[in-house]
């Protein structure tokens, strides 16, 4: 069922990832960057510790993506018994422990006397919308047209994404969630130069998935009505 704040949810997040691309744009350009060892807390610049807010921000974000996934897995959907076993590998879990976490686990029986259920559906719909919006993002990563993508080092010329394919089955779309959780987390712990090298192609796939996400949220948003917050520039909300 649509709910009003879908809409809000959609762009709010679009925001967080056009943040979030230009905070990995403007350490991709910066050529001049020390190697070795990431810096420790403590070593943390004000801005560095910005950075590091708003990534744990997307981490967040994608754990709720992932539980969304969870969600609407269907036995339907999986054809492959090597899929279904790396499903099972992966995804199933404690239940009682997502189901607590989801706020389902005293809840009552729908329906029954003196229960109030909306804010239990609630929680477990945004869920569903985070992985349905993540969903869009990747299946629309490949079109995004050449003015949109800004990675600093594209290898086309004009720069594409369409050579990565979204997901077609469960599967994959698991492994590209899990790809861009490590992802975050690696750009987090890691320095993003030396990630960039090492990793070229998951950094590629991750920044085009932030940044798709950003240009259909824009779309959205003009024709939702709404007012962003903000301009272009990089301003950590």
């Given at each position: 069922?649509?709910h009003?704040?879908?809409k809000?949810?959609?762009?709010?997040f679009?925001e967080?990832?056009?943040t979030?691309?230009q905070?990995?744009?403007?350490?991709l350009?910066?050529?001049?960057?020390?190697?070795g060892?990431?810096?420790?807390h403590?070593?943390?610049?004000?801005?560095?510790?910005?950075?590091q807010?708003?990534?744990?921000?997307?981490?967040?974000?994608?754990s709720?993506?992932r539980e969304?996934?969870?969600?609407?897995?269907?036995?339907?959907?999986?054809?492959?018994?090597?899929?279904?076993?790396?499903l099972?590998?992966?995804?199933?879990l404690?239940?009682?422990s997502?189901?607590?976490?989801?706020?389902?686990?005293?809840?009552?029986?729908?329906?029954?006397?003196?229960t109030?259920t909306?804010s239990e559906i609630?929680?477990?719909?945004?869920?569903?919308?985070?992985f349905?919006m993540?969903?869009?993002?990747?299946?629309a990563l490949?079109?995004?047209?050449?003015?949109q993508?800004?990675f600093?080092?594209?290898?086309?010329?004009?720069?594409?994404?369409?050579?990565?394919?979204?997901?077609s089955?469960p599967?994959?779309m698991?492994?590209?969630i899990?790809?861009?959780?490590?992802?975050?987390?690696?750009?987090?712990?890691s320095?993003?130069g030396d990630?960039?090298?090492?990793?070229?192609?998951?950094?590629?796939?991750?920044?085009?998935?932030?940044?798709?996400s950003a240009?259909?949220?824009?779309?959205?948003a003009q024709?939702?009505?709404?007012?962003?917050?903000g301009?272009?520039?990089?301003?950590?909300?």
């Open positions: 069922m649509y009003s704040s879908d809000f949810e959609f762009v709010g679009g967080l990832a056009e979030t691309i905070l990995l744009s403007l350490n350009r910066t050529t001049d960057q020390s190697a060892h990431p810096a420790t403590q070593d943390l610049t004000g801005i560095e510790q910005v950075e807010y708003i990534l744990q921000q997307v981490r967040d974000y994608l709720t993506v969304g996934f969870v969600l609407s897995v269907r036995s339907a959907d999986v054809q492959d018994k090597n899929e279904a076993r790396y099972l590998d992966r995804v199933v404690d239940w009682d997502l189901s607590s976490e989801l706020g389902l686990a005293d809840s009552p029986i729908a329906g029954a006397e003196g109030d909306p609630e929680l477990v719909h945004q869920q569903l919308l985070a349905g993540t969903a869009v993002a990747l299946g490949p079109q995004l047209p050449a003015n993508i800004t600093p080092h594209p290898y086309s010329d004009p720069p594409s994404y369409a050579d990565i394919a979204p997901p089955t599967g994959e698991l492994v590209r899990e790809e861009l959780e490590e992802m975050v987390w690696q750009m987090v712990a320095d993003l990630l960039l090298q090492k990793q070229y192609g998951p950094v590629r796939r991750t920044y085009g998935f932030f940044e798709t240009w259909l949220a824009r779309k959205e024709r939702f009505g709404l007012k962003r917050n301009s272009t520039e990089l301003s950590f909300f």
